[in-house]
């Protein structure tokens, strides 16, 4: 197998999303530190690894792979020792990839950067209440997708669930997911915490990523 090499920070979600897959299958690596806050994505040398400037890149045996979540796909689909993680059957691999495509867009860019990016990065204090309920909008989403399964995309852990998880865990820097409200959503958290790799590939980072956010003391304004 190829020497794997991971571009990234640790609080940085999709980075953890391809942290929690490599431990799911138990994949060695080299992690390199990408410090976002000294532009370091920006660097000539990283920006001809990914030249969108983003964290996480992978290198596998020299060849770039970009994207957490293509990286996920490509990571379970090339070391996977069966495909319960991204099932080869089409119609449930379709599940998979559309747990993974709302996770990006809606999960992860619209509700979690679009909230997160302005208050770490451009010095923000004021969250208007349009973006917390971006947020629990998706808790209410994914509450509805473990509606008859213990699993995002089914009955067994794939990449989905290590992809959204990184999303959700950190939005909670800004709302709880309140028991009463998602079931589904906190059993499927308490559910994921149990793996045994995920403190140091997911919890981690979360605790990180938590308390940068709320050492800058935000307001939530109408
Ligand atoms: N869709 C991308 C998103 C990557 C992304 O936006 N990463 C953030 C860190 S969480 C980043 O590198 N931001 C730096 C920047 O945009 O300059 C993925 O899943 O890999």
Do not use: C
Not at 2 to 17: D, F, H, N, Q, T
Not at 132 to 137: F, L, Y
């Amino acid at each position: 197998m190829g020497k794997i090499v991971l571009y990234g920070i640790e609080a940085s979600p999709p980075v953890r999303s391809v942290l929690l897959t490599l431990n799911a299958l138990d994949l060695p690596y080299e992690f390199i530190d990408v410090d976002l806050f000294a532009k370091a994505n920006k660097s000539e040398e990283f920006l001809k690894i990914n030249p969108g400037g983003t964290v996480p890149a992978l290198l596998d045996d020299g060849q770039a792979i970009l994207d957490s979540h293509a990286i996920i796909a490509y990571l379970a689909s090339k070391y996977g020792k069966d495909d319960s993680l991204y099932p080869k059957d089409l119609v449930k691999r379709s599940v998979v990839d559309h747990r993974l495509f709302f996770e990006a867009s809606m999960a992860f860019e619209r509700a979690l950067r679009g909230t997160t990016k302005p208050i770490i990065f451009d010095n923000e204090t004021n969250v208007p209440q349009q973006k917390i309920d971006n947020i629990t909008e998706v808790y209410g989403i994914v509450n509805k997708f473990l509606q008859d399964h213990p699993y995002v995309a089914g009955d067994n852990l794939t990449i989905a669930d290590l992809s959204l998880i990184t999303s959700i865990s950190s939005m909670h820097a800004y709302i709880d997911s309140d028991a009463a409200k998602y079931p589904n959503l906190v059993a499927w958290i308490k559910r994921l915490e149990q793996l045994p790799y995920y403190e140091k590939a997911n919890g981690n980072g979360t605790k990180q990523l938590i308390e940068l956010i709320k050492s800058k003391n935000i307001t939530i304004v109408p």
